[in-house]
């Protein structure tokens, strides 16, 4: 009995589900789905991003969506920045051939930091002011599968392997300000995306902006889980690493160039395995990956096996980290080239007594002065459930590029957490949801070396009493 198919069973059991009557077939069906949602998740995680452009916004692909100000809980996507702008373009080579990006040089108006990955979102390369061209700007060439022609001079090649790729590109703010705001978008809108076959005479690039439109991107632990999963092995080539899912999935109704029309049975069957597989990442999450300082509930955004896998290209020879990578992305999007040039997260779930986050108290963290960046921190809550910004509250973060955020005699500050804000504390205060559970994600954007030598070091996060929350200083 392998894994996966163990955890299933264990928790039918636990959830009062009568195993026995459910038919050889019925159970096979379930554990497949169950390595097929695990396996899936980065590609089903993007699908969503991308129908949710195609359905909701006038957006198409090859073309730029973007949120012309800092984003609000409308912009429901996996753990997104609020503390910069945003701007996404979906790409396809299998109709117009190789496209271009090309990513602007910062100057005294702005600088970008981007990153480009394939449908699988394996990081394919960084662009921007910490990215390959370290803010000289570079022509980014997607290439489609297979691609052997001559690569124009000038061009820095990608070949994603897959038709489809997306690139998420943050124009870098100095404030929230209505005037940096507009600065950044106008900066921003230097990016140009084209068919390589009109480089002599690009067509103007197409930019919508989304900022008000209801952006749902979160994972769907249902059977339409298998649809999304369906439509992308429909589109994309196999990759061979992953060719041994190919009679997996056939098992569960999913096989290329046939229609995905599962029957009532396998429909229960595959609503009961992304069940189980929802479960089991949610465990493995509570988890959370290694300690990133020591002592402390900070982790590292992803486990280092799943860093170390991407970092080969996933063509290790004795590891393909499947299972981290399905976790990750169940809370997360894009994969990072070089994670720790343009920027690095810390991940917390557990306050300083190594309890959950409750919306209904209040939390203080104290991040210590100077802290070692070229650009700036953040820390955001998300809905511990959904991953994604907490529902119906005016802000999600404070950052260092915020210009209302105090600071404290030494130089550190202290930012607040909870459903009210401590009294002269607003401007330092990020509101939750009291009904709702909630996690934190700590963004360091341009981290210098004596961060990663931990010269400097983040502290736990404390939850405050009464009298201690009305005697913060």
């Not at 069940?275 to 509930?297: C, I, S």
């Amino acid at each position: 009995m392998n894994r996966t198919l163990f955890v299933a069973l264990a928790l039918s059991s636990l959830a009062g589900v009568a195993i026995a009557q459910t038919t050889p077939q019925e159970r096979l069906i379930r554990s497949r789905a169950v390595e097929a949602a695990i396996w899936g998740m980065p590609v089903v995680n993007y699908d969503l991003m991308l129908q949710e452009m195609l359905t909701k916004t006038p957006g198409k692909v090859n073309q730029v969506i973007y949120w012309g100000k800092p984003l609000d809980w409308k912009n429901q996507t996996l753990t997104p920045n609020p503390d910069t702008l945003y701007f996404m373009t979906f790409l396809n080579t299998n109709d117009v051939g190789p496209i271009v990006i090309e990513i602007p040089p910062a100057d005294s108006t702005g600088s970008l930091n981007a990153n480009i990955v394939n449908v699988w979102q394996m990081p394919l390369e960084d662009g921007g002011l910490l990215g390959v061209d370290k803010g000289a700007g570079v022509k980014l060439l997607m290439l489609p599968p297979g691609y052997k022609e001559r690569v124009p001079a000038g061009y820095e090649a990608l070949q994603p392997n897959t038709w489809g790729s997306y690139a998420l590109i943050r124009s870098n703010l100095k404030s929230h300000s209505e005037t940096d705001v507009a600065n950044s978008v106008a900066y921003a809108k230097r990016l140009k995306v084209y068919p390589l076959s009109q480089a002599s005479n690009p067509p103007a690039t197409v930019f919508t902006d989304v900022k008000d439109i209801l952006f749902d991107t979160t994972i769907r632990y249902d059977e339409s889980f298998f649809v999304n999963l369906d439509r992308m092995i429909q589109s994309e080539p196999w990759l061979g690493r992953d060719r041994a899912m190919i009679d997996q999935l056939r098992s569960i109704g999913i096989e290329k160039g046939k229609p995905f029309a599962p029957d009532a049975k396998t429909k229960q069957a595959l609503k009961d395995g992304i069940a189980d597989a929802h479960a089991w990442m949610a465990a493995k999450y509570d988890g959370a990956p290694p300690q990133f300082f020591e002592g402390t509930h900070w982790t590292f955004p992803a486990h280092p096996e799943l860093l170390k896998g991407a970092g080969e290209d996933f063509e290790g020879a004795n590891d393909y980290p499947v299972d981290w990578r399905g976790i990750t992305y169940h809370y997360a999007y894009i994969g990072i080239k070089r994670l720790g040039a343009g920027q690095f997260y810390l991940i917390n779930i557990k306050d300083k007594d190594g309890a959950d986050y409750d919306g209904a108290k209040t939390y203080r963290l104290r991040v210590p002065p100077n802290v070692p960046i070229e650009q700036y921190w953040s820390l955001t809550a998300y809905d511990r459930d959904t991953h994604a910004l907490i529902k119906n509250v005016d802000r999600a973060s404070r950052a260092s590029n915020a210009a209302d955020v105090k600071k404290n005699a030494d130089g550190s500050v202290d930012i607040y957490l909870g459903p009210k804000a401590p009294a002269g504390q607003e401007t330092n205060w990020i509101p939750t949801d009291p009904a709702r559970k909630f996690e934190l994600m700590f963004r360091l954007y341009g981290p210098k070396k004596e961060f990663f030598d931990k010269v400097w070091k983040l502290p736990d996060v404390e939850a405050l009493t009464a009298s201690t929350i009305g005697g913060s200083k």
